[in-house]
Nanobody, 122 residues
């Protein structure tokens, strides 16, 4: 059974940093793409970053390029999202997701975590 568990959210001031973690189990990770998405109140869920577990290929939304970094720890089966220079518009619930396909389409991802709240104060 696939399980994704996010952690690391919280309240931070604008300009600050947070690191989100996604602990994954129940999948053959070398065959999966791991994605981070976010959903702000009243808005649709949107793509943030993706990582191909095998090979390390990455992709980022334009809004977070240069500020966010997605990475993995193979030994811990964990994916991270390092978020720097945070802005109030980054406030959202952040979700970890997994899918066999290299895609940014939120509707394509098969497996999802429960989400973790990130709030950035101005």
């Amino acid at each position: 059974q696939v399980q994704l568990v996010e952690s690391g959210g919280g309240l931070v001031q604008a300009g600050g940093s947070l690191r989100l973690s996604c602990a994954a189990s129940g999948v053959t990770f070398s065959r999966y793409v791991m994605g981070w998405f976010r959903q702000a109140p009243g808005k649709e869920r949107e793509f943030v970053a993706a990582l191909m577990w095998s090979g390390g290929r990455t992709n980022y939304a334009d809004s977070v390029k240069g500020r966010f970094t997605i990475s993995r720890d193979n030994a811990k089966n964990t994916v991270y999202l390092q978020m720097n220079s945070l802005k109030p518009q980054d406030t959202a619930v952040y979700y970890c997701a997994a899918d066999p396909r290299w895609t940014t389409d939120v509707t394509s991802y098969d497996y999802w975590g429960q989400g973790t709240q990130v709030t950035v104060s101005s």
